[in-house]
């Protein structure tokens, strides 16, 4: 079975500052990972995505992640922090062998400090 | 191209009432998925629809139904409600459900249950 876990339900860093969202992720086949922002009143929508090909994945919006099997981690950076990266953020797995659905962590959201 | 469209986008109903929840996904998608949002839980998959056939699903009581229809809209049906159905409701599309193939959110519909 996939699960996810997210480190910290809200994150709060100064605009500038390094973004560090962490995902760890179990799964019992190799997974496909996932990012997520889903900012007020809004669905979500995807940031980035891991599917067994680079382990190091841009996204939009500046946004990166590293998928390291050896930690099962899947944590998301992003160097400077923006203003609108205030959201909720939200790591998802789903596993690659066949078709099923996508577990999703329970959240972070980010904060961001003037 | 329009986005995931889901209708009403907010709903007041009363313990024991039924309630039926629209998605209309992006043109030419054939797979929808419809999610449960809440702050305690987190988003948690309800079932997944492809080519009006229920292709997962998730463990939720048989009081929550869907269909999809032959243009791929769907509809999620919840009967006899009560007080914990309280949620966001969320609609996702995508091409032909495959897991390389990216999940696009509707707004979502929030449901009051009182």
């Known amino acids: 079975a996939q699960s996810v876990t997210q480190l910290g339900s809200h994150v709060s860093v100064s605009e500038g500052a390094l973004v560090l969202l962490r995902c760890n992720y179990s799964s019992s086949v190799p997974p496909y990972l996932f990012w997520y922002v889903q900012y007020p009143n809004q669905g979500l929508q995807l940031l980035l995505k891991?599917?067994?090909?680079?382990?190091l994945v841009k996204g939009i919006n500046g946004f990166e992640a590293e998928f390291k099997k050896s930690e099962t981690s899947f944590h998301l950076t992003k160097p400077s922090a923006h203003m609108s990266d205030a959201a909720e953020y939200f790591c998802?797995?789903?596993?690659?062998?066949?078709?099923?659905?996508?577990?999703f962590g329970k959240g972070t959201r980010l904060h961001i400090l003037p | 191209k329009a986005g995931v469209t889901q209708t009403p986008r907010y709903l007041i109903k009363t313990r024991g009432q039924q309630v039926t929840l629209s998605c209309s996904p992006i043109?030419?998608?054939?797979?929808v998925s419809w999610y449960q949002q809440t702050p305690g839980q987190g988003l948690q998959f309800l079932f997944e629809?492809?080519?009006?056939?229920?292709?997962n699903k998730g463990n939720f009581p048989g009081r929550f139904s869907g269909r999809q229809f032959s243009n791929s809209r769907s509809e999620m049906n919840v009967s006899t409600l009560e007080l914990g159905d309280s949620a966001l409701y969320l609609c996702?599309?995508?091409?032909?459900?495959?897991?390389?193939?990216?999940?696009?959110f509707g707004p979502g519909t929030r449901l009051t249950v009182l």
């Open positions: 891991y599917t067994s090909a680079a382990t």
């Open positions: 996702a599309s995508s091409r032909d459900g495959q897991e390389y193939n990216e999940q696009f």
């Open positions: 629809y492809f080519s009006e056939t229920q292709r």
């Open positions: 998802a797995v789903k596993r690659a062998d066949r078709d099923d659905k996508i577990i």
């Open positions: 043109s030419g998608h054939r797979s």
